[in-house]
């Protein structure tokens, strides 16, 4: 069974940033790709940003373009969400998910991952 730890999360000012790390705690069989999706109070989970494992290539939500960054480290099998210019609308619970199968609709939904973290919380104060 493969866990996902996520770390990296806390409270920032408005305009600061924050650096999210995770990292499997087991063997995976397959990484097609791996992704953050966040969940505010209220909301449904929803698609940050990923990254295909074999070529690099990312994706971002337009909310996010410009501001995050994702990041992986092959050797490390760790991926990391580098966050600048936060804006207290980006509080919410931020999940790391691995999806171990072709992602037909580019990763952008939950269902298209396989095994998922605990979540970390990002509060981002005005």
């Known amino acids: 069974q493969v866990q996902l730890v996520e770390s990296g999360g806390g409270l920032v000012q408005a305009g600061g940033s924050l650096r999210l790390s995770c990292a499997p705690s087991?063997?995976?069989?397959?990484?097609?790709?791996m992704g953050w999706f966040r969940q505010a109070p209220g909301k449904e989970r929803e698609f940050v940003t990923n990254?295909?494992?074999?070529?690099?290539?990312?994706y971002y939500a337009d909310s996010v373009k410009g501001r995050f960054t994702i990041s992986r480290d092959n050797a490390k099998n760790t991926v990391y969400l580098q966050m600048n210019t936060l804006k207290p609308e980006d509080t919410a619970v931020y999940y790391c998910?691995?999806?171990?199968?072709?992602?037909?609709?580019?990763?952008?939904?939950?269902?298209?991952?396989?095994?998922w973290g605990q979540g970390t919380q990002v509060t981002v104060s005005s």
């Open positions: 087991g063997r995976t069989s397959s990484t097609y790709a």
């Open positions: 998910g691995v999806g171990a199968r072709y992602q037909y609709y580019g990763g952008i939904y939950p269902y298209e991952y396989d095994y």
């Open positions: 990254i295909q494992w074999s070529d690099g290539r990312t």
